[in-house]
């Protein structure tokens, strides 16, 4: 049996912001101004430097450094003495979550780091060129992803266990790194989205009290037009690729990675998945890797830890900073003013396009502000419901939107966990990353198309009165 409360708490929780944890306030635009300075520090730092014709633009500016200054104002904006501001940032960076996904983070560097050490990601490679297609290499590897994310009901334990695989396979073939890891991304991001298992799909039907069976329909309607359209993208873009004779492989060096894969499906905790895939990649190299010793897998295990460093500093610093902005009122200020320009005109009878759009602005921007996808459907799911039941919009179909848009969000969030945890693998630039998850740009193109064109839309059923009724 699935433990529902594990779930919630390995595929993704990135930013602390339960109620229980920072108490909501007086709505304040001000709140947010600290988000601003972080993203023009970060975001806006890469053009800037590029126009200046500095090489590695992109790279001048860590962000984990970017966000110093945006805490610094957060805690200056703050209400209250200096040690309650200081506390309310500290509770953010200690919240349960936030500590899980820093351990998370070790034990996927470590993995990853000690099972290419001795042979795992040549092995896999190798096995699967030898199998699949060469021009269906990307494809396949969507497909696979997406397969295993559903299964698993986790994008971050996804990625965990297949990007590495995804930057072997580029490294064995002429295909652009970024592209094959978007690839993973994006799949990851599919299951995520559809999986009945995942924190998302939790989240939105208990929020809109739905059944998940009728949340999977709506979503897969759109979601699959968007992942075929994926799958023909990445078809042309690998069809002239060049895949080298697949070398000699031990079939033994892919068991760690079966093996994580298998236990994640199964439902097994992610933290202990992780481990036990260093202990088994650990007793590959130790019996099959010449002059490999315990010496040896120490330090893969401590190499793979440095690799961590600088999402785990980020995500430590971010969940203060989401802390002080929900303290401050930022994210309550955001719902009012999605559902004040929901209301404009005056007309609360425009439809269902005017609702739907709405919702959709609602959990997009609060995902873009506390980075989780699963937070911004809890701290929406209130509005969302008074938004669809004004504008007649039918249950089901809010907790697709609400699912479906901070999927699509969060899959390109620079500073989100996912691209955070995959840029960190594969060693390459977060903001340069976004371009390459075509799958995440698709899903939220057609979320937009069915909302203009009206479709899928059942007939409106009966909304909950209040929270009481969920629970």
């Known amino acids: 049996m699935v433990n529902f409360r594990a779930v919630f708490i390995i595929a993704g929780l990135f930013c602390p912001l339960f109620v229980e944890a920072v108490p909501m306030t007086k709505p304040s635009a001000l709140a947010l101004l600290p988000l601003a300075v972080f993203l023009t520090l970060f975001v806006g730092s890469g053009p800037w430097f590029q126009a200046q ?19 610094a104002l957060a805690i200056w904006l703050a209400r209250g003495s200096l040690n309650e501001r200081i506390e309310t940032f500290v509770r953010g960076v200690g919240n349960h979550t936030i500590v899980t996904m820093v351990l998370i983070y070790l034990l996927a560097g470590g993995f990853a780091s000690v099972a290419k050490a001795v042979g795992g990601v040549d092995a896999t490679v190798n096995s699967g060129l030898s199998v699949i297609p ?42 652009p790194l970024l592209l094959t890891v978007g690839t993973v991304v994006g799949g990851a991001m599919f299951g995520d989205n559809l999986s009945i298992i995942s924190d998302t799909t939790i989240a939105a039907t208990r929020t809109q009290n739905v059944e998940m069976r009728d949340k999977f329909r709506m979503n897969f309607r759109i979601a699959l037009p968007a992942a075929l359209m994926t799958m023909t993208w990445l078809y042309f873009q690998g069809t002239t690729v060049a895949v080298p004779t697949p070398g000699d492989y031990e079939l033994l060096r892919v068991l760690p990675y079966v093996a994580v894969l298998a236990m994640a499906i199964l439902g097994v905790n992610v933290l202990l998945v992780l481990f036990a895939g260093i202990l088994l990649a650990g007793a590959v190299g130790l019996g099959l890797e010449p ?35 929900k303290s401050g009122g930022g994210l309550a200020w955001l719902a009012r003013a999605i559902d004040w320009l929901s209301c404009l005109g005056g007309d609360r009878n425009r439809g269902p396009r005017t609702g739907e759009l709405s919702i959709g602005l609602a959990v997009s921007a ?26 007649g919009v039918d249950p089901r179909r809010t907790a697709s939107l609400l699912d479906i848009f901070s999927c699509a969000v969060q899959g390109l969030l620079p500073w989100g966990a996912q691209i955070l945890l995959a840029s960190s693998l594969a060693k390459v630039s977060p903001l340069a990353l976004v371009g390459s998850i075509q799958y995440c740009w698709l899903l939220g193109l057609a979320a937009l198309v069915s909302i203009f064109l009206g479709l899928p839309r059942p007939g409106v059923a009966r909304q909950p009165e209040s929270l009481t009724e969920l629970t």
């Open 366 to 391: 609060t995902n873009v502000c506390v980075a989780n996808n699963t937070v911004a459907i809890l701290l929406n799911g209130e509005l969302a419901r008074d938004i669809a039941a004004r504008y």
């Open 291 to 325: 002059g490999y010793t315990l010496v040896n897998l120490s330090k893969d295990i401590y190499a793979g830890y440095t690799n961590m460093q600088e999402i785990l500093i980020l995500s430590l610093l971010i969940g203060g900073l989401g802390a002080m902005m």
């Open 53 to 71: 014709g500095v090489e590695f633009a992109f790279y001048q500016v860590s962000a984990p450094v970017a966000i110093l200054p945006a805490i």
């Open 134 to 175: 060469p021009a269906l290499v990307l494809p396949g590897l969507f497909a696979i992803t997406a397969f295993v994310a559903t299964a698993m009901g986790t994008s971050m334990g996804t990625v965990a266990a297949i990007a590495p695989i995804a930057v072997g396979v580029a490294d064995a073939t002429d295909l």
